[in-house]
């Protein structure tokens, strides 16, 4: 199981604000047919799941601000591809979280 970030930032559009935008990934998101996990953060969304799906929705998820209207469309992925055991957003927060100091 892969895990993506991804930023999307439109550009050519009549506003600064992208929160609107934001919102209509996160409805596309919660409708794709392919088996992923997603959160929302502040500054980008994570997406879980194959590479191959994960490739699919990062295309369909790069053409929805081309569908609202913005002229120019800047996409940023990172891509974390773990093949010795099996890894999962979840997964590595608990990894984190077990080494904290009390």
Do not use: W
Request: charged share 25%.
């Amino acid at each position: 199981m892969a895990i993506v970030e991804i930023t999307i930032i439109p550009v050519g559009t009549s506003s600064t604000s992208l929160s609107a935008y934001v919102a209509n990934m996160q409805v596309v998101l919660a409708q794709m047919k392919e088996p992923i996990s997603y959160q929302m953060t502040p500054m980008s969304t994570i997406i879980e799941g194959d590479l191959d799906d994960l490739f699919k929705v990062i295309r369909r998820l790069h053409e929805l601000p081309f569908q609202k209207g913005a002229e120019r469309v800047s996409t940023s992925i990172k891509i974390d591809d773990r093949r010795d055991q099996p890894s999962s957003m979840r997964q590595k927060m608990k990894s984190v979280e077990s080494k904290l100091i009390p």
